[in-house]
């Protein structure tokens, strides 16, 4: 049975825990509202550019381009979007399980985020190259991510690309998803509907026409990097926003926890003090009696 002091020790070790938990919890508070709100704000521009991309799909008549080339080959390129820190719950576990679905003797693997680096490290499969992001990703952050995904699907390297990352939903569901990269005639909207703008379309589907100066093929071959890029830069966004509401909520649980677990550890520790007391009353009762 434990002693009084050892219980004390135990509540005064949770209760500096809670503030530790309750401290990250309103940090990750704070970072998960500005990058919902950057990656809400960039959902339009991505379905805009989509239905865009769309309409010259279909002005630009039979115009080809290396990044639509569609092979036959199953090699495979997997850029993977993680945390660098952990303390988010689930979030890191549910994707690199995505990511593990790939076949590692086709498969290579780029990496933006810590744990993804190390899970392709410790599950010895292959690595091409490792980036980092910040809290806040910047464009060119993305664009050296999608650059160097392009290189290798142009180099012939690899047949596909495709982008493991965490999709945000709302703050208390964030779910793994794996969006089809290259060859771009395979790419689809990141979302069917995204509020404030029309609905986005997969390529040439589109229902509006729009004039293109100088002609539709030069517009496609220069937008199609562009597209490419802020399709890598929304991921990151959803990422980001993804995490840090996961850590958010993995956070709040643990305060809950530890306020739980003190409630009960001082329940514990009165009745053991009132135990003890009642047995030195009784100690006490028992010698006078004796002496009496």
Known sequence: MPSTRDIRRRIKSVKNTAQITKAMQMVASAKMRRAQQAALSGRPYAALMNEVLASVTTHAGDFTHPLMEKREGDRRAVVVISTDKGLC????????????????????????????????????????????????????????????????????????????FTNFINIMTQRPEVHSFLPLGE???????????????????????????????????????????????QLLLEAKASEHSARMVAMKNATDNAKQLIKDLTLEYNKIRQATITKELLEITSAAMALG
């Open 89 to 164: 719950g689930s979030l890191n576990t549910n994707l690199l399980r995505e990511a593990g679905r790939f076949d590692p003797a086709t498969t290579t693997y780029l990496t933006a985020g810590r744990k993804a680096s190390q899970f392709v490290a410790r599950t010895r499969r292959k690595l091409a190259a490792e980036f980092t992001y910040k809290d806040a990703p910047a464009f060119s952050e993305a664009r050296a991510i999608s650059k160097f995904a392009q290189d290798l699907f142009l180099s012939g390297e690899v047949d596909h690309v495709d982008v493991v």
């Open 187 to 233: 790419v689809k909207a990141l979302h069917t509907d995204v509020e404030g703008a029309s609905s986005a379309r997969e390529l040439g589907t589109a229902s509006f026409e729009y004039l293109f100066e100088p002609a539709p093929t030069d517009v496609f071959a220069a937008l199609l990097p562009h597209y490419l890029n802020f399709q890598m830069y």
